[in-house]
């Protein structure tokens, strides 16, 4: 969260006027301990508990970027009723793509377990940003590492094997929920790329679908949110 807000290209004071915002702490990504300290706590589908609890008893839309967008898409599964609609964005690698990703995060898993969190910190550097942010905004690389080195270094081990074992729902899961959903993507990110969105968009019924081209497109992100909760039916 505080990356985001020093990241300052997502304003979500305009969605306050068509719905109550709350932002959740994801189990070892910001200020509260680890549940447990073992990787099968820091699977995706596990951290649902987290949205789940932030929620509370009321219906509500469950949204993320990356990683959030599996724990909506957990959550709607899990409780079809609760979750009225979902907001996706930049939704990750999946499905066939996932095993390279699991080598990735098994090896940065053994980087930081060697030789500590700054050495992983440091290798990211090499890690290709969005064309988005390397063209209009390359601060946002060191603003990135700068927040990823104060995370728990006992946790973040257990975070990257719970992200190596993990992956979407199936596509026959997803292609039954039906519920609105609105998927925001950002062109030329190998981690995030838009041929996730689309095919994300094709099993959602209820789907539509935004990518930005440009930092603007992004910057547009919250209205677009805000035009579509505004959209859904009002809860019971």
């Known amino acids: 969260m ?3 807000d020093e990241l300052g290209i997502f304003d979500w004071s305009c969605v306050t006027d068509v719905a109550s915002v709350i932002r959740y702490d994801a189990r070892g990504h910001g200020g509260t301990e680890a549940l447990q300290e073992y990787d099968r706590a820091f699977r995706w589908s596990a951290m649902v508990d987290d949205l789940m609890r932030a929620g509370g008893s009321v219906p509500f839309v469950a949204g993320g970027a990356a990683m959030g967008c599996a724990t909506a898409l957990y959550a709607a599964l899990r409780a079809p009723r609760r ?3 979902l907001v996706l964005a930049i939704p990750p690698r999946a499905w066939e793509q996932r095993k390279a990703d699991a080598d990735f995060y098994e090896s940065s898993a053994r980087l930081v377990e060697a030789k500590g969190l ?3 910190v ?3 550097r090499a890690e290709p940003l969005p064309r988005i942010f390397a063209e209009e905004l390359p601060s946002a690389r060191d603003l990135s590492l700068r927040h990823l ?3 728990k270094e006992r946790v973040v081990p257990a975070i990257l094997r719970g992200a ?5 729902p199936t596509r026959e899961e997803i292609r039954g929920i039906v519920m609105p959903v609105l998927i925001l993507a950002w062109a030329d990110d190998p981690w995030h790329p838009v041929e996730t969105a689309e095919t994300l968009s094709e099993l959602l019924v209820l789907s539509e679908i935004h990518v930005a081209d440009d930092l ?6 919250p209205e677009l949110v805000r035009d579509f909760l505004g959209g859904i039916r009002q809860w019971d």
């Open 118 to 120: 700054p050495a992983w």
């Open 164 to 168: 190596a074992a993990s992956d979407l």
């Open 122 to 124: 440091e290798s990211l």
């Open 216 to 221: 603007a497109g992004i910057r547009r992100w």
């Open 2 to 4: 505080a990356h985001e």
């Open 149 to 151: 080195s104060t995370m």
């Open 83 to 85: 979750v009225q609609g």
